[in-house]
């Protein structure tokens, strides 16, 4: 196939939330499809109405352009304010509930050529039949009552206005179903256990198996790539297609993404939405690239982890998409993620991280010299390295923005007495009062405190970093006295010192 042909598409049905599983099979088709000079588009797939979800298609849209973009339209409302309409054709994204017509047609196309006909069994009928199969331990399947109704009784039925739903008729036999899955290989699936689908339901709308067929073929899709969720569709469709007499496309099924204990990633047991991931200060670069390496990696031998999106469409290859379900490994996200911040320039690590250090419920109640940039500033050039999430900055470090409290107990090095330990702190506040204002640096902070401690850094480092932060784990003292300043740094010290006085 000439390569600039090849059509995908991501067809997600607006749930209010992008998961991440999802975020993927956007991201394999948008790779495959940019590797090749194809054409990716974004379908939105909403035709089931109880499900529907207010401003979905909105957030949808706007989560997923913060990673890339897709083809045929532009981002933005169609001009009767819906999204995409199908009039013009390629004002993307399409959207299906704006299609209705042309399914109705397709399906009344199949029930002329004898391939799908009018139900017209009520709902409790239908359970009727379920239950009774169920106590024979039967498959549950449609009895085909309304299969062979006559023109006739089938014109007696419309006239009266019987509500109906039309359902493929699928030819009973004993073969096999069977496609060649670029992921999975061959699969087979046995032709008796496919039930006579409903295509469209009795309120007008097409289902999931209709919409999406007419759908990918009318829209030339040539490549469906999808979570392996939708495997047991494929040979439904697969019907479908032969009953319009249409090509198949050609299917990739992603393999399930896991927890780390083997079962399916759920909502039950953490974050499945993408939106929560970047609420919590995820990099949107840095989920992509954990998300590319959910099921595909760039062959044997290569160990490269860290991947720009230009970089994966170079790489990216369906031939190396594993069969096997991927585990959401948590720990490796945040490793990622962290080298993803680490390389952030200081601007931009700003202006991420900002939004975040202003959430935090205390942030309000910070004196104002410590909001000003300046000094956010410095306190990010401290945490930088230490950062896994853009939510930790001010996380562990709040004593950078308030006052510490300080347990007199902790401020001893070892078995240091009181006594000790406030002569060392004496010293401390000396030397650091002798430094003038102009060179309150980092380096010559560091070289000054560790030239005063000399061989006994525990002794007199220890208590100083205590002091100025009140925890037993924190950045070390020199970068805590640059960042607050002087002034504040001086008298953190004296507060220690008045504690350790009152323990003599
Ligand atoms: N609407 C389906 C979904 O929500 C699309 C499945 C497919 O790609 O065929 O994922």
Redesign the pocket.
Known sequence: MDDKKVRV?????P?GYLHVG?LR?ALYNYLFARKCGGTFIL?I?DTDRKRLVEDAVEKLLGTLGLFFDWDEGLVGKAENGRWGTTEKGMCGPYVQSARLDIYRKHAEELIDKGRAYRCFCSAERLEAVRKEQEARKEPTRYDGRCRNLSKEEVSKKLIEDASYVVRLRVDGGDGNITFDDAVRGKVSFLRETIDDQVLLKSDGFPT?HLA?VVD?HLMGITH????E??LP?TPK?ILLYEAFGWNIPQFSHLPLLLNPDRSKLSKRQGDVAVEDYLAKGYLPEALLNFVALLGWNPGEGKTQEIFSLRELVDEFDLAHVHKGGAVFDGKKLDWLNAQYIKNLSAEELFTRALPFLRQKTWFESVEDSRKESEYVARVLVIEQDRLQKLSDVGESSKFLFVEPTVDPLFLPWKKNTPKETRLLLETMLAVLADIPDNEWERGRLEKTLLETAGERRGDFLWPLRVALSGEKQSPPPHEIAWVIGKQSTLERIEKAETLLEKML
């Open positions: 598409r991501f067809a997600p049905s749930t999802s099979t379908r797939e999931y999406n990918d469906v790539i999808r979570g969720e939708w569709s469709h």
